[in-house]
């Protein structure tokens, strides 16, 4: 066997481990890009939601359509970039965010008001409602960031659907 060719072979898990390790590495940009700009995405909808329905209904609203933004965000990086971790980017977005609620829930004590945890932890993290015990932060800096990791997930997830559909044609199709 010629040389080269044995080390080729010998490269070759190499090469291997270090397509993986860098394709891992690829989970920090894809979170970071789809909690931050997908975030920034669904900011102004956010609130043009709480100017035109009551509060309320605007919390109830604002968790489907933060998703809209990052879905969109998530197809677009994924039809272009082809990366395959931004199907999984959902993942350690709802483990960092479960670090963060599950302590806060299970601290709670109630003695500043009149809310059960359950209660508590819809206020707080799913609907965004404000209360005299909530300080109004934990759904812009863990939720709003985990609903767009998801969406984005969701978006890529779309994306390879698509490309596997029709595998022949990766752009996009025109605007009509």
């Not at 509060?55 to 809209?68: C, F, G, H, K, N």
């Not at 677009?76 to 350690?92: D, G, L, M, T, Y």
């Not at 806060?104 to 409602?129: K, N, P, W």
Request: aromatic content about 10%.
């Amino acid at each position: 066997m010629p040389e080269s060719l044995i080390e080729t072979e010998r490269e070759s898990p190499k090469r291997r481990v270090l397509h993986a390790l860098l394709k891992g590495l690829a989970f920090v940009p894809n979170l970071v890009f789809a909690a931050i700009v997908g975030s920034l995405l669904a900011a102004p909808i956010s609130l043009l939601l709480f100017h035109i329905f009551p509060s309320r209904i605007a919390a109830y609203v604002q968790d489907v359509t933060t998703l809209l933004p990052a879905f969109g965000l998530g197809y677009s990086v994924a039809r272009k970039f082809h990366h395959s971790v931004a199907r999984w980017i959902w993942v350690p977005a709802i483990a960092l965010w479960l670090l963060v609620v599950l302590p806060d829930v299970a601290s709670y004590t109630g003695q500043s008001c009149d809310l059960s945890r359950s209660q508590y932890f819809l206020h707080e993290f799913v609907f965004d409602i404000r209360t005299n015990c909530d300080a109004g932060l934990a759904w812009p800096l863990y939720t709003l960031p985990t609903l767009c990791c998801i969406g984005y997930s969701l978006g890529a997830k779309c994306a390879r659907v698509a490309t596997r559909l029709n595998p022949n044609n990766t752009k996009e199709p025109p605007l009509l």
